[in-house]
């Protein structure tokens, strides 16, 4: 399986691609470089990745599921509440690709704050 490190000036993880056309593009379009954004308990960057919705996309999602946001073109990673969960629920702004999963811990992402630089890359 294809895995990539998502790296943050405090962090890094390391996800598990899955065999969807989002993933596919995501790899293809490697290395990506971004600024962080935060919402509540989300991380969000802007890649330069167009891919349409996929038919299984969903809005509440897992920690540790990699979603990508099709309209704004941003990696969403959600570990914890957002502004518009209902309870503990992950609940992303709107319907999402889930293209990836994380290896390691996503509750280390409680140190990135906004307008980090972010960097995925391959792991060789």
């Known amino acids: 399986m294809r895995q990539i490190k998502i790296s943050f ?8 691609l899955r065999d969807t056309p989002t993933a596919d593009a995501i790899y293809a379009a490697l290395p990506i470089e971004s600024i962080t954004r ?3 308990k989300e991380v969000y960057f802007e ?3 167009k891919v349409p919705l996929e038919p299984d996309a969903k809005d509440v999602v897992e920690a ?9 073109q941003c990696i969403a990673i959600g570990f914890g509440p957002t502004p518009i969960s209902k309870t503990s629920e992950i609940r ?7 293209w990836a999963d994380s290896v390691t ?3 280390n992402l409680d140190v990135v704050e906004a307008n980090e630089q972010v960097l995925i890359t391959t792991i060789d």
């Open 47 to 49: 890649t330069s990745v």
């Open 105 to 107: 811990p996503v509750k």
């Open 64 to 72: 540790g599921e990699i979603a990508f946001w099709t309209e704004g």
């Open 92 to 98: 992303l702004a709107a319907m999402t690709n889930i």
């Open 38 to 40: 935060t919402w509540g």
């Open 9 to 16: 000036q405090n962090t890094e993880i390391i996800v598990q």
